[in-house]
């Protein structure tokens, strides 16, 4: 029997718990693949963040206004609305009338204006109110004082058409059916005082059809 050193023993120890050889080589050349990995992924999350904190922490104020198409100028309505948030009333005008440049001048074109803690402001623009697009197909300053009794004139189809594709135009508008629209435009001339012209033909033939039927109740005999 062999006698073993207390050096062999401790030898033959660390050989039982050696653990097993790793490919370094083909371990490390993923190192780097992963690490940029890594790296674009905490980019992303920070870019994340920080557009969370401007969107959520940044905005001061909505503000909405109505000024008219390529010809607004510096006055106090703007600058009642902007003036209390630290807005460059200039910059404003100047932005909305370079946007809006392309548009029939002085059309009246609301705005939805957002206002930022650092002083910076966007603004969105949107159509036309209908009642004025109403107005303006028909030629006249204003609708009636008494809808449901005055008329103040009519609407053909086609007309309903041309200004529902002018409030398509609206973002929030723009996934509704047409139908509805024109819909909602009829409602908006109605509450103006303005018929469909398909109403009021309506209304002649059936007025026609009572007046036929009063004479034939007046003992009238056909001949």
């Known amino acids: 029997m062999i006698a073993l050193s207390r050096v062999d023993c401790l030898l033959l120890s660390f050989a ?20 940029a990995l ?4 905490a980019c992303t999350r920070a870019l994340r963040r920080r557009t969370a904190r401007k969107t959520m922490a940044g905005v001061k104020a909505v503000i909405r ?9 510096p006055g106090p309505a703007i600058g009642q609305a902007l003036g209390p948030h630290g807005l460059n009333m200039m910059d404003f005008v100047k932005e909305f009338n370079a946007a809006t440049q392309k548009m029939e001048p002085n059309s009246p074109i609301p705005v939805v204006l957002t206002a930022y803690a650092n002083r910076t402001f966007s603004f969105v623009t949107k159509t036309p109110p209908t009642s004025y697009l109403v107005r303006k197909a028909l030629g006249i300053d204003k609708g009636a004082q008494n809808p449901g009794d005055e008329v103040v004139g009519t609407l053909n189809m086609e007309q309903v058409a041309a200004i529902a594709e002018v409030k ?7 996934n ?8 909602s435009v009829i409602g908006t001339a109605r509450s103006m005082g303005v018929l469909l012209a398909d109403d009021v033909d309506d209304a002649s033939s059936s007025s026609s059809s009572s007046s036929s039927s009063d004479d034939d109740d ?5 001949r």
């Open 16 to 35: 039982r718990v050696r653990p097993p050889v790793t490919d370094f080589a083909s371990a490390s050349s993923d190192l780097p693949q992963h690490s």
């Open 38 to 41: 890594r790296r674009r992924a």
């Open 65 to 73: 206004l109505r000024c008219p198409a390529g010809v607004a100028k």
């Open 168 to 174: 398509k135009g609206d973002a929030h508008l723009a």
């Open 176 to 183: 509704i059916p047409f139908d509805a629209l024109c819909d």
């Open 218 to 222: 007046d003992g009238e005999p056909g």
